[in-house]
């Protein structure tokens, strides 16, 4: 239960630093609110997540996958440039969170 409970929060981290991005210095407000919801969500789950699973673990899988899932958007949505580079990048820390799961 615990990974899954954080799988879904690194996806919440994903959510809020893109609202972030969205609320122009919090002047928006329906990304604001999506990005207040979207971080009290993803620490509650990591704090949950942290109760069964190493903070080193549970943190670097959060955030390997909301960095991973963040810079995906933005290329998809034209708001970063995308290259092979860069997707072959993302595979390596997607590859990394999939390696700490098999070693817990």
């Known amino acids: 239960m615990a990974w899954i409970v954080l799988v879904i929060s690194?996806?919440?981290?994903?959510?809020?630093?893109?609202?972030?991005?969205k609320s122009d210095g919090f002047s928006r407000p329906i990304p604001t609110i999506v990005f207040a919801v979207a971080l009290v969500a993803s620490m509650g789950g990591l704090a949950f997540a942290m109760r069964t699973l190493p903070v080193g673990t549970a943190y670097a899988v959060w955030v390997?996958?909301?960095a991973t899932l963040?810079?995906?958007?933005?290329?998809?949505?034209?708001?970063?440039t995308a290259s092979w580079i860069k997707i072959a990048l993302l595979m390596g820390i997607v590859g990394c969170v999939v390696g700490l799961k098999l070693l817990h």
């Open 10 to 21: 690194g996806v919440l981290e994903a959510v809020w630093a893109t609202a972030l991005g």
């Open 64 to 66: 390997g996958i909301g």
């Open 70 to 80: 963040t810079v995906a958007y933005a290329m998809i949505t034209g708001d970063e």
